[in-house]
C-alpha cells in the first residue's frame, strides 16, 4: 500500500510559520488524512466512488485490516461471503502470523485497499486535476501547491516476500502446535493413530482412565503406549531458533507517534514533569497546567535517559547475581538428584546384605531341620519294621502251638514237643526284648523351636559393618583436670590439676581427651553414654590437630564435633556453629565414619535418629575426641563412658 508522506519542514518554512493563534488552513506541518477527507467532502461528481467500487478485493491478496482491539495487521483474503442481513459483503481473513483460531469475517471497511499506483503517483506529483477540481484535496492542500517548491513524496511500497513469509511462519507454527495446551511441542509424542501431543498432556488426558482413545481423533487405543517423536521436538527446535534470529534482526515495527498535540493541533515542544505528558505551547500556557514545571522534549530525553540509564545499571548487576545464582542452584539440583541415587542405591545395597545373611541362616537352618528329621524318622521307621518281623513270627508260633494243642492223637502230639515248648520259649523272650526296645526320639526343640531371632541377631554382630567399636582413651592425650577411670574408658572432671608430664599430644587449655585408636580408611562405628549430663562435647580430631593454648573447635582447624550446654543447647560445631533441635534428650551419641566417603555422622544411639552429619575430604588419621566439660555447681559431675557392648 502507497501512502503521501509529508515533506520536512526547512529552517525558511519555519521562519515564515504562522504563530499560534493563526488559521490552521496556513500550517504546513498540519497532516494530510486523504481518506478522512473523501468522508467528510459532499462536493464531487461521485468519480472516486465509482473509482472504490472498481477495486476488487482479490480471495488470496494480504491486505491491512483492522483488527477488534483497534490494532492494524496483514490478513490474507481466504473467502468472501454476501451477508443478506447486513447488506453487505464479507471477507473470511486469515492474519498473517497468527493461530489460524483467530481467523475472522470483517466488513470492506476494516481493510485498506491500496489505490492504482498510477493514480497515486499522480497525486503525489501534484499532477491529477481532477483531485483538486472535485475537492478531494483539502482548502490547505490548495494554498501549499501555489508554493513553487515542489514537496518530497515518500511511498511505501508494501513487501509480498516478507507477508509470505510471515504468513508461512505463522502456518508452520501452528503445524508444531500442541492441540491440547495450544503452545509449541514439549517432548512430543505419537500416538498409534499418527497424532502428536506433548508427553505430559498426552499423560494428563488419560489420567484415569481405563480405555485410551486419541485426543484429536478419539480412535480408540489398545494400550497406553506412544512413541517419542524426534523428528517433531527437532523441527520445534529450528523454528523456535528461527523465530528469535527473526525477532533479533527484524524487530516489530512500532506505529510513529503523532508529533502534534492532539487537543491544540500544535508541534509538541514540551514535556510536563508534573503530568508525564507531551505538551505544546498552548498546553503549557492554559490552566490545566496551571504551576506546572515543563522541561524542552530534548531535555527531557536527557534527563530521563539518565535516570533510566542509572536504573538499569544496578538492574543488570542484579541479573548477574540472579544468573549466578540460578547456575548454583542448577548444581544444586543435580547434586541433590545424584544424592538421592547415590543413598538410595546404599540402602537398597545394605538391606540386601541382611537379607542375604538372613537367607543363608534361614537355609541353613532349615538344612540342620531336614537333615536331623529325616535320621530320626529312619531309625524309627526301621524299628517299625522289626517289630512287624517279631509281630509276624509271633503270629506264626501262636499258630503252630495251636494247632498242637488241638491235636488229638497223643503220639502226633508229644512227638517234639519239647522243641516246640523250647521255641515259644525264646519267642518269648523276643517279644519281651523288642518291647523294651521301643524307639522315641524328638527333634532338638532348643535348637529348632528356641530364641531363634536373638541367636541369629547374636550372629548378625559378627557380619554386621560397621559393628560397635570397642573403644580406650589416650592417657597421654588428657587435659591434666581429667581422671581416667574404668580400663580408660570412663573420663569426669577433676578439680586439681594432676602432676602430668607435658608432651605435644596432651592438651593444656581446653578440657579434652583423644581415643587411642585412629581411623584412616573404611567405616566405623562407636557410642558414648551422656546420661543426664548438661554439658559435654562429642567428636572426632584429625592427628595433626592443634592441643595447645585456646583452640577454636570446627573443621577448618580439624574438629568436627557436637556439645551440649546448659542441659538443652545443642550445637554442631561448624563454622559458624549451628543450632540444633533434637526431638528428645539422648542418654547415648553414636559417631559413625565413613573415612572414604568423606562423612562423620552422629546420632541419637537410644533410637538411632540422625542429630547431625559433617561432609569433607579426609587426609589423615582421625581419633574419637571427648569431653565431660566443667562441673557446672555439681549437675554435671557425671563421668561420660564409652560403651563397649
Not at 590 to 605: K, R
Amino acid at each position: 500500500m502507497a501512502s503521501v508522506a509529508q515533506p520536512e519542514i526547512s529552517e525558511l518554512e519555519k521562519k515564515d510559520a504562522p504563530a499560534a493563534g493563526e488559521e490552521a488552513d496556513n500550517n504546513p506541518e498540519e497532516p494530510m488524512d486523504e481518506e478522512d477527507d473523501d468522508e467528510n467532502d459532499d462536493g464531487g461528481d461521485g468519480e472516486d466512488e465509482d473509482v472504490e467500487e472498481d477495486v476488487v478485493v482479490q480471495i488470496g491478496a494480504t491486505y491491512s485490516c483492522k483488527r477488534q482491539d483497534g490494532s492494524f495487521h496483514d490478513a490474507e483474503i481466504l473467502k468472501t461471503r454476501m451477508n443478506k442481513q447486513a447488506g453487505r459483503e464479507e471477507f473470511y481473513v486469515h492474519y498473517a502470523g497468527l493461530n489460524r483460531r483467530q481467523n475472522e469475517w470483517v466488513d470492506k471497511t476494516r481493510l485498506v485497499i491500496p489505490k492504482p499506483i498510477k493514480e497515486e503517483a499522480e497525486v503525489a506529483n501534484g499532477t491529477s486535476s481532477d483531485v483538486a477540481e472535485n475537492g478531494k484535496t483539502p482548502q490547505k492542500r490548495k494554498i501549499e501547491e501555489e508554493d513553487p517548491e515542489p514537496k518530497k513524496v515518500k511511498v511505501d511500497v508494501e513487501i509480498a516476500p516478507s507477508t509470505n513469509s510471515a504468513m508461512a511462519s505463522g502456518d508452520f507454527a501452528e503445524e508444531l502446535t500442541c492441540l491440547l495446551c495450544s503452545e509449541l511441542f514439549k517432548d512430543p509424542v505419537m500416538v498409534e493413530c499418527g497424532h502428536n501431543f506433548c508427553r505430559n498432556c498426552a499423560d494428563k488426558a488419560w489420567n484415569g482412565q481405563e480405555s485410551f482413545t486419541c485426543p484429536d481423533c478419539k480412535e480408540v487405543i489398545t494400550e497406553k503406549r506412544y512413541t517419542t517423536n524426534r523428528a517433531l521436538a527437532n523441527l520445534v527446535k529450528k523454528t523456535v531458533g528461527n523465530t528469535a534470529v527473526l525477532t533479533t534482526t527484524k524487530p516489530a515495527e512500532k506505529p510513529k507517534p503523532s508529533e502534534n498535540c492532539p487537543e491544540h493541533d500544535e508541534r509538541l515542544k514540551l514535556y510536563c514533569k508534573d503530568d508525564g505528558t507531551l505538551s505544546c505551547v498552548i498546553c503549557r500556557d492554559s490552566l490545566k497546567h496551571a504551576s506546572h514545571t515543563f522541561l524542552p522534549i530534548l531535555d527531557a530525553v536527557g534527563v530521563y535517559r539518565t535516570e533510566l540509564s542509572a536504573i538499569v545499571a544496578p538492574l543488570e548487576e542484579a541479573l548477574k547475581v540472579t544468573e549466578q545464582l540460578t547456575s548454583q542452584q542448577s548444581e544444586k539440583v543435580e547434586q541433590h538428584k545424584t544424592d538421592v541415587s547415590e543413598c538410595r542405591q546404599h540402602i537398597v545395597s545394605e538391606f540386601e546384605k541382611l537379607r542375604t545373611f538372613l537367607k543363608e541362616r534361614e537355609e541353613n537352618l532349615l538344612e540342620q531341620l531336614q537333615e536331623q528329621g529325616e535320621n530320626l524318622l529312619k531309625d524309627m521307621e526301621s524299628n517299625m519294621v522289626k517289630m512287624q518281623e517279631n509281630q509276624d513270627n509271633i503270629k506264626q508260633t501262636i499258630t503252630v502251638a495251636d494247632e498242637r494243642v488241638n491235636d488229638t492223637d497223643s503220639i502226633s502230639f508229644l512227638t517234639d514237643v519239647l522243641t516246640l515248648l523250647s521255641r515259644c520259649q525264646e519267642q518269648q523272650k523276643d517279644v519281651i526284648v523288642a518291647g523294651n526296645t521301643l524307639l522315641s526320639k524328638d527333634l532338638c526343640q532348643g535348637t529348632f523351636k528356641g530364641p531363634i531371632q536373638y541367636s541369629v541377631w547374636k550372629q548378625m554382630k559378627s557380619f554386621i559393618v560397621p559393628y560397635l567399636s570397642p573403644m580406650m582413651l589416650d592417657p597421654s592425650t588428657a587435659h591434666p583436670n581429667l581422671i581416667l577411670s574404668d580400663g580408660l574408658t570412663s573420663v569426669k572432671y577433676g578439680d586439681a590439676k594432676l602432676p602430668l608430664p607435658d608432651n605435644p599430644k596432651r592438651f593444656s587449655q581446653c578440657i579434652l581427651v583423644l581415643g587411642s585408636q585412629g581411623f584412616d580408611s573404611g567405616r566405623h562405628y562407636w557410642e558414648v553414654e551422656v546420661g543426664d549430663k548438661t554439658a559435654w562435647d562429642v567428636g572426632m580430631a584429625s592427628e595433626s590437630s592443634n592441643r595447645k593454648g585456646k583452640i577454636k573447635l570446627n573443621p577448618k582447624n580439624g574438629y568436627w564435633a557436637i556439645w551440649l550446654r546448659n542441659g538443652n543447647a545443642y550445637k554442631a560445631l561448624e563454622s559458624p556453629s549451628k543450632t540444633l533441635i533434637l526431638d528428645s534428650k539422648p542418654k547415648r551419641i553414636g559417631v559413625y565414619i565413613d573415612y572414604e566417603g568423606g562423612q562423620i555422622s552422629f546420632y541419637n544411639a537410644d533410637d538411632m535418629s540422625a542429630i547431625y552429619t559433617f561432609r569433607a575430604t579426609f587426609t589423615e588419621k582421625l581419633f574419637p575426641y571427648l569431653s565431660p566439660f566443667l562441673h557446672d555447681s555439681g549437675r554435671n559431675i557425671d563421668p561420660l563412658r564409652l560403651v563397649h557392648n
